[in-house]
């Protein structure tokens, strides 16, 4: 099984649906993040959590919002999906304390096309 | 605020020949620096990261890069590319003081010609 698994993998919604994409770890990493991929544009953060109860907007938080359930588990909303909000979304987590180097584990992506 | 510059879009070789991606950063101080790489239809991978210490670090599949303090670079080096390094490759910072937050370049398509 991965390390970091989201889910849905694809999902095709409605302008104004309200969309969850979910994300759990085994890696035991306090760390996680939901990133967008834009072609072009690289990997924009949207959150990041550094444990249940911190959670920060990125650069681009505007139209979302997240849930930090357990250590393991982050979800990315959209509560009202718009089209430009069609890309490959990412969740990735990593660990800066015990002995951890801020390495990156990313899941496979959740690509949302919203029409 | 620290920034990742990546000015090569796509870059084109053909099978056996080197490779170089080249990767800028703007920061004040000296950066943790990674190259990542996305497969097609994949998450993105690590594939080396600079910390400190000798300045020529040794990646998985045959990669390396340099980290050149005095031109703010970072570049990706592999002596002899094969059709499987056909990939989308990604330079990430994250700076040594403050919350260690990684702030990735836009990205470089590679495309392997055989």
Redesign the interface.
């Known amino acids: 099984d991965a390390d ?1 698994t989201q889910t849905p993998r694809n999902r095709i919604t409605k302008t104004g649906k309200r969309i969850m994409l979910e994300c759990s770890q085994t890696k035991g990493h306090d760390r996680m ?1 939901w ?1 967008r991929q834009d072609p ?6 949207i959150y ?1 959590s ?1 444990d249940v109860k911190d959670i ?1 907007k ?1 650069e681009i938080s505007d139209g979302y919002s997240v849930s930090r359930q357990a250590q393991a588990k982050f979800s990315l909303s959209l509560e009202s999906a718009i089209p430009n909000q069609t890309a490959l979304y ?1 969740c ?1 987590t ?1 660990e ?1 304390t015990s002995g951890g ?4 584990f ?4 959740s690509r949302l096309t919203v029409l | 605020a620290q920034s990742v510059t990546q000015p090569d879009i796509h870059i084109t070789v053909s099978e056996g020949a080197s490779l170089e991606l080249r990767c800028n950063y703007s920061y004040g101080a000296t950066p943790y620096l990674f190259w990542y790489v996305q497969s097609p239809g994949q998450g993105l991978q690590l594939l080396l990261k600079y910390f400190s210490g000798d300045t020529l670090v040794q990646g998985i599949k045959g990669f390396e890069a340099e980290f050149k303090r005095s031109q703010s670079s970072f570049n990706l080096r592999k002596p002899s590319v094969h059709w499987s390094d056909a990939a989308e490759y990604f330079c990430a910072l994250i700076a040594s003081g403050g919350s260690y937050i990684p702030t990735f370049g836009r990205g470089t398509s590679l495309i392997v010609h055989p």
């Open positions: 970091v993040y990133y072009g544009l690289g990997l924009r953060l990041y550094f920060n990125g990412f990735a990593s800066w180097t801020g390495e990156l990313f899941g496979e992506g």
